[in-house]
T-cell receptor
Framework: AQSVTQPDIHITVSEGASLELRCNYS??????LFWYVQSPGQGLQLLLK??????LVQGIKGFEAEFKRSQSSFNLRKPSVHWSDAAEYFC????????????FGAGTRLFVKA | DTAVSQTPKYLVTQMGNDKSIKCEQN?????MYWYKQDSKKFLKIMFS???????INETVPNRFSPKSPDKAHLNLHINSLELGDSAVYFC????????????????FGPGTRLLVL
């Protein structure tokens, strides 16, 4: 069955510190992987996505993610967190099987302390 | 310019009532979606339409009925509302290129916060 696991319900980092949000997926075919961010009271916005090619993908707002097939992971990173990065982050998987559905993880809430 | 808009933003109603949520996108996309986000932030697909045709219909109660009058609009009607329907409902759209739906970026509306009393 297709699934996405985000092991951390919430993470707190200091402003200026580095960030890594974990994501593991289970998918029977070639996965398409996404990271979305949801600010309080807002809809989701795409940060980055991976389909093929270079396993390190760059996104908006200084985020990047690395696809590791052997670990079924797609972790999101940022070298220096800003207070405005405080939000909910969702990892998602989709593909050309499973009826094209996008499966979302449960989300990781990021808190940034001054 | 608002890309994906939803009305209303907040909806408070009594159990047993019937209500509708409207969604419009001005991106020229062919595919639209409804998601439900529960109190634990878990986001689950409910329906998807491509060019007014239903392509994803998840296991949701048949009290929920989507309607797509044209490809820019996807409305959600809910009959006989129950307490468990309280959630945030998100509309989204994507370009809808045939055979590549799984790859597409989805653009989300701001959500409709439904509270059933």
């Amino acid at each position: 069955a297709q699934s996405v696991t985000q092991p951390d319900i919430h993470i707190t980092v200091s402003e200026g510190a580095s960030l890594e949000l974990r994501c593991n997926y289970s998918y029977g075919a070639t996965p398409y992987l996404f990271w979305y961010v949801q600010s309080p009271g807002q809809g989701l916005q795409l940060l980055l996505k991976y389909f093929s090619g270079d396993t390190l993908v760059q996104g908006i707002k200084g985020f990047e993610a690395e696809f590791k097939r052997s670990q079924s992971s797609f972790n999101l990173r940022k070298p220096s967190v800003h207070w405005s990065d405080a939000a909910e982050y969702f990892c998602a998987v989709a593909g050309n099987t499973g009826g094209f559905k996008t499966i979302f993880g449960a989300g990781t809430r990021l808190f940034v302390k001054a | 310019d608002t890309a994906v808009s939803q009305t209303p933003k907040y909806l408070v109603t009594q159990m047993g009532n019937d209500k509708s949520i409207k969604c419009e996108q001005n991106l020229g996309h062919d595919t639209m979606y409804w998601y439900k986000q529960d109190s634990k932030k878990f986001l689950k697909i409910m329906f998807s339409y491509n060019n007014k045709e239903l392509i994803i219909n998840e296991t949701v109660p048949n009290r929920f009925s989507p309607k797509s009058p044209d490809k820019a609009h996807l409305n959600l009607h809910i009959n006989s509302l129950e307490l468990g329907d309280s959630a945030v409902y998100f509309c989204a759209s994507s370009r809808g290129t045939s055979g590549r739906w799984g790859q597409e970026t989805q653009y989300f509306g701001p959500g409709t916060r439904l509270l059933v009393l």
